[in-house]
């Protein structure tokens, strides 16, 4: 299973262990029908956080969204951890993720785009600019993931979220971590850091979907890839918003 490995928890080593083959061809996962689920779901992120955008534009109060966006929040964890350990339910609960997920970020890209103009724009578009850059240095092999970069990935990704576990508990007793939230050069180049690592998970899920693809996984994990690497989107988003915020803040 050290072929499946992958830094997205969502498409984790044993995301793909125990399921059993498929007989119709009709019913295996294919990249093409991962790749529409993904562009369906990113639809549903935009609808949702849409609504929470327009909300906020309407008064400029973070209250008039606080509530989308907490519930948004916390429904879009327990949603996600839910197709983690249920990926069978992906089919039926990748689009509520997603709505959740949009709801939530609609509401954070607003505040942000208030504090800093133009913010969320530039954030998306580089979120996609990225994506499509990896997307074709990964299908032309200009980038070929090998087990010591998914070793390098995983492990680096781990580190980050054990750090950001700690800096959130550490919150709740009045102490801010720094790397975090801080726009010294220190800072920066610590979320520079975490943005290229959220960047190469994206590279990583490709080779895990492929792989995934040509073991003859089932149709319903087309929505399970789609779902992983809408995680790693809207990771990276999040970060490229952390990063420009930092740098604006500079200025």
């Keep these: 299973m050290a072929l499946f490995k992958s830094g ?13 083959p498929v007989a119709d061809t009709d019913d295996l996962m294919t990249l093409q029908g ?14 949702g956080a849409t609504l929470t955008w327009w909300l906020f534009n309407t008064t400029h109060k ?12 916390i429904g879009a ?13 992906a089919p039926y609960l990748s689009a509520v993720y997603a709505a959740l997920e949009g709801l939530a970020l609609g509401g954070l890209s607003a505040l942000m ?16 600019g990225i994506l499509s850059v990896l997307l074709a240095a990964y299908t032309t092999r200009l980038i070929r993931v090998t087990e010591n970069f998914k070793l390098v990935i995983v492990s680096a990704t781990g580190g980050i979220a054990v750090f950001y576990l700690i800096s959130l ?3 709740f007793f009045g102490v801010r971590a720094p790397l975090i939230h801080d726009n010294s050069l220190l800072g920066i ?28 996984a089932p ?16 990771w990276l988003y999040v970060e490229l918003l952390r990063l420009l915020a930092k740098l604006r803040s500079r200025d």
Excluded: C, H
């Design 8 to 20: 997205n928890p969502a498409l984790g080593e044993r995301a793909f262990a125990g399921l059993r």
């Design 34 to 47: 991962t790749v529409n689920r993904v562009a369906l779901l990113l639809i549903v992120v935009f609808a």
């Design 62 to 73: 973070f209250t008039t969204v606080s509530l989308f966006f907490y519930g948004g929040l």
């Design 77 to 89: 964890l327990a949603v996600g951890l839910l197709i983690t350990f249920k990926k069978n339910l």
């Design 113 to 128: 785009d208030s504090a800093y103009p133009g913010i969320a724009f530039q954030a998306l578009v580089l979120t996609f």
């Design 169 to 171: 508990v550490l919150s």
């Design 189 to 216: 180049g610590f979320t520079l850091v975490v943005v290229v690592i959220a960047a190469l998970n994206l590279v990583v899920d490709f080779d895990f979907i492929e792989q995934a693809v040509e073991s003859g």
């Design 219 to 234: 149709k319903y994990m087309e929505w399970y890839g789609a779902f992983g690497i809408l995680v790693t989107l809207v």
